[in-house]
């Protein structure tokens, strides 16, 4: 089968690519490369660089290619951050999310598969379920909700079939440790590598359950072989959540180090998130979960290869007004 793959050289997109690659599928990567790297796509996979923004790119590969399923995982996934890059978060986790889902539409996509976000829920009833009242409480999240409504509208009116995962705390190889906007865990081990204090917003009592990519991309890239599963939203990650603090510890454990810590002033976040995956679990048959610890093992072995990764300040803030100072420092 033909596959489009936005974001195919980023961290999940990768692992998603190779997991497509390995049914024999026909695969194009689509990414700009701003978050990703050329080195995580699959040789077997066709690498395209350019930016989901623009359409009429988008319009040529359609157009060319025959695309029958497309999984959207392209995005610029810093929830924090957004508040600050309003316009950049809408131009690139909507509109490129649009031009997409019209293209699918004009060329009779089998299959859109969508990776939303548990940021679409916001401040909600623990574990969050799919049935729970979307409220984002940052511009990242109601991007990402808007799109999962877009799919909905697109299905009813063009019969554009749909499947949309909201994972969450995606963890493992080829994370961007560089990215100092999110993904804590990569953040802690690049500091870690740089002798760095490790840096935590607030008290550290904050909570989230982190997803190791090995439980998280092989179900997304096997979704379109379910029926069950389409016009449908899943929540799909780990079940435990944990304290920054207590992912402090396991971190230390595993990169064999102890390092200071630095608290921060407490930024504008949602304390708790967690959510509910027993429908997801019922749909793909998902019986086994790394534990935290054996994932962070993993991680780690491949960032101590890796090495550290220099970071750099975000080059379009929009808002500076309440902007974390450690954010804008060097």
């Known amino acids: 089968m033909n596959v489009l793959v936005t974001g195919g050289a980023g961290f999940i997109g990768s692992h998603v690519v190779d997991e497509l690659v390995k049914q024999n599928n026909d695969v194009i990567v689509l ?34 290619n025959k695309i029958e399923y497309v999984f959207h995982l392209a995005a610029y996934a810093a929830e924090g951050l957004s508040h600050f890059i309003k316009r950049f978060n809408y131009n690139n986790n909507l509109i490129g999310s649009v031009n997409l889902i019209n293209q699918s539409v004009i060329h009779k996509v089998k299959c859109f598969v969508f990776t939303s976000s548990i940021a679409v829920y916001g401040k909600n009833q623990l574990p969050m379920t799919e049935d729970t009242t979307p409220k984002p409480e940052d511009s990242y999240g109601i991007a990402k909700y808007a799109v999962e409504q877009e799919l909905e509208v697109s299905h009813k009116m063009f019969g554009l079939n749909y499947i949309i995962f909201r994972p969450h705390n995606v963890y493992g190889e080829r ?56 016009n449908d939203v899943f929540n799909i990650g780990a079940d435990i959540p944990y304290s920054i603090n207590q992912l402090i510890e396991k971190v230390k454990n595993v990169m064999e180090n102890n390092p200071e810590i630095t608290y921060l002033d407490p930024r504008n976040e949602v304390v708790h998130a967690y959510s509910s995956h027993k429908k997801a ?9 790394i534990d935290l610890e054996t994932g962070l093992r993993k991680m780690a072995e491949w960032v101590k290869r890796y090495g550290a990764k220099s970071t750099k300040n975000f080059g379009e803030i929009e808002i500076e007004e309440n902007l974390p100072p450690s954010w804008i420092e060097n």
């Open 31 to 64: 990414d700009d490369l701003s978050g990703g790297f050329k080195e995580n796509v699959n040789p077997k996979a066709k690498f395209i660089k350019g930016d989901i923004c623009d359409y009429e790119l988008i319009k040529k590969i359609f157009k060319e």
């Open 281 to 289: 679990e019922s749909i793909f048959g998902i019986n086994h979960k």
């Open 175 to 230: 994370q961007n440790i560089g990215d100092k906007y999110r993904n804590v865990i990569g953040i802690f081990m690049n500091q870690i590598l740089q002798n760095k204090p490790l840096t935590v917003f607030g008290d550290g009592e904050q909570s989230r359950a982190f997803s190791y990519i090995g439980d998280v991309a092989p179900v997304i890239a096997k979704s379109i072989h379910i029926e069950k599963a389409y």
